[in-house]
């Protein structure tokens, strides 16, 4: 396993995490910093978080704290002004010999990591506004990402062979005994199929982009293949985008929302179907997303990220019944709740910070109410408070506070 130790955590527990094999993805103090004419915007303050295999992970947090910029330091897609300044994305990589091996994002090849963005990792904007393409057909470009990714050769070689042994069901004479050695021929061939001509290629690409409609449980697939992206709805066209994401069998899924691309009802219809597809296409799932409540039905573990650090990740279960850090708490009570009324509902008070000029020690600490000296001056340690629960906290409150 090929892994680079140069961690800027001296943490015990982090560098065993780094080797677990249950890990698909293991992001540690990633910071990432843009460079505008105002300043520096601090947007990642060294964000660590973990994705297992077959999770279902949700980044959460208010607009502008780094959800996205998280997702896109992930696939080395920050654009300039921005730069990945400091930290680690350790991916669980399998090559084409089976072998498991760990790479760090952002220390392979370019090329590597177009390798991996195709293959891989896939990403969903979701903004149905500007993909898929609105100039070709919904089916032809799933079939394109088809053709592209995954390797037909011996789904073509089955058909003909299925199709040799209906025609030999009706065959008799010469032209059986024809049938029959040509399909030993084929028969032969299982083991190394050969190369697929270029339509026998487009054909089945097509065949599967259907498929994959069917599997997004897009209705009239057939039809919606033969259609352009403009001629669908918002939600049938998310569909699409991730009938494409998929057609590449990626490990990881990444599925960024926009905040006002989609209805809630929609999001959650999409987010709902990620997650049944997760187990189907054995692939783990990032969703970033706005709605806890979304959040509480499709996601296995939580990363609350605040002003670009995660202050909280644990499981969903317990993210829900045991929030240790303040600003989850705050993030929680702000669920509308139906027994509630609405006038009484807790809000956090202020607003992100500015992220040219953050706020010293803990970023959270103008908006907190137990806020210390201590809070002002330094940022609290990563640290696991209960099994499988991280939090970034001075004063973390939930349970452990009321077993003192
Ligand atoms: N190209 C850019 N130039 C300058 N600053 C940027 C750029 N892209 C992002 N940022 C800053 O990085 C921070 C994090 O932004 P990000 O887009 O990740 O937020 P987000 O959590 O995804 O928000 P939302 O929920 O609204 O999508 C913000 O302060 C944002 O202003
Ligand atoms: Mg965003």
């Known amino acids: 396993m090929a892994i680079d130790e ?5 943490e015990k527990s982090e560098t065993a995490l780094q080797l677990d094999p249950t890990i698909v993805l293991d992001v540690r103090d990633l910071k990432t910093n843009f460079y505008t004419y105002e300043g520096v915007v601090k947007a990642l303050d060294g964000v660590t ?10 980044l959460v947090g208010e607009t502008g704290c780094g959800k996205s910029v998280t997702a896109k330091s992930i696939m080395r897609l920050v654009d300039s002004p921005g730069r990945i ?18 790479k760090d994002l952002l220390k392979v090849s370019e090329a590597e990591m177009r390798e991996i963005r195709g293959n891989k990792i896939s990403i969903v904007f979701q903004d149905p506004a500007t993909y898929p393409n609105p100039v070709f057909k919904i089916g032809d470009q799933i079939a394109e990402v088809i053709a592209l990714h995954q390797d037909l050769s011996l789904e073509i070689l089955q058909d003909k062979i299925e199709s040799m042994e209906e025609a030999l069901k009706h065959a008799d004479g010469p ?20 190369k697929p001509t270029d339509s026998e290629t487009k054909k089945a690409a097509k065949r599967k982009a259907i498929e994959m409609l069917n599997l997004v449980r897009m209705p009239s697939a057939a039809e ?18 991730i009938a494409m994401s998929l057609s590449c069998n990626p490990r990881i899924l990444i599925a960024d929302e926009a905040t006002t691309a989609l209805d809630v ?17 054995d692939a783990s799932i990032i969703i970033i997303t706005h709605d806890l409540g979304v959040v509480a039905e499709t996601c296995t573990q939580v990363a609350v990220m605040y002003a670009g650090v995660v202050v909280e990740y644990t499981n969903t279960e317990e993210l829900f019944s045991d929030p240790i850090h303040p ?10 709740k139906l027994t509630v009324k609405v006038e009484k509902l807790s809000q956090i008070m202020g607003t992100v910070p500015n992220l040219i000029n953050p706020p010293t020690g803990c970023r959270f600490h103008p908006r907190c109410e137990f806020a210390t000296e201590q809070c002002k001056q330094q940022r609290p340690p ?8 991280w939090v970034e906290c001075w004063h973390p409150q939930g349970s452990m506070l009321r077993r003192k």
């Open 49 to 58: 978080v973990q994705l297992r295999t077959g999770d279902t992970l949700a």
């Open 6 to 10: 140069t961690s800027q955590s001296t």
């Open 85 to 102: 300044e400091a930290g680690q994305v350790i991916f669980q990589d399998i090559e084409p010999d089976g072998e498991h091996v760990f």
């Open 175 to 194: 032209t059986a005994d024809d049938i029959s050695i040509r399909l030993e021929e084929l028969r032969e061939q299982l083991s190394s199929p050969p």
């Open 224 to 241: 919606i293949a033969n259609q352009y992206p403009h001629e669908l709805s918002g939600g049938m066209r998310q569909r699409a985008l």
């Open 265 to 281: 009802t929609v999001q959650a219809q999409v987010l709902k179907l990620l997650n049944e597809l997760k187990s189907e296409l």
């Open 382 to 389: 990563r640290e696991e408070m209960k099994p499988g629960h």
């Open 327 to 336: 600003y989850t708490s705050g993030l929680l009570d702000a669920i509308p």
